[in-house]
């Protein structure tokens, strides 16, 4: 099944009725089910996406299968350390 829709396609889209344009100016949403609100805890877990934290390289010894699970995925294994690392940072580990 296609879900997307590349931009060469949107040419094909046939443009919203008078009717249908004054429906969706009309919409009030009043259901935020999707998006609750948020408590004190979130808000200080929360940090903008694009925040680049610096990075600092080191040298440091790890047994060798913790390194062989973290390779066995592929390219990234050290971004999938530090997520790992970060993980238990914020959760008290």
Known sequence: MKTSV???E???VPPLSKKRLSEIKA???KD???NPEWATEDWKKA???YTKIPKTSIHTK?????LNWLKKE???YQ???NAALRFAMHNGF
């Open 47 to 49: 940090r903008p996406a």
């Open 6 to 8: 590349a931009f060469s």
């Open 10 to 12: 949107l040419n094909k």
């Open 62 to 66: 790890i047994d060798t299968d913790i």
């Open 79 to 81: 971004t999938r350390l």
């Open 27 to 29: 919409f009030k949403n």
């Open 74 to 76: 592929g390219k990234g």
């Open 32 to 34: 935020y089910f999707d």
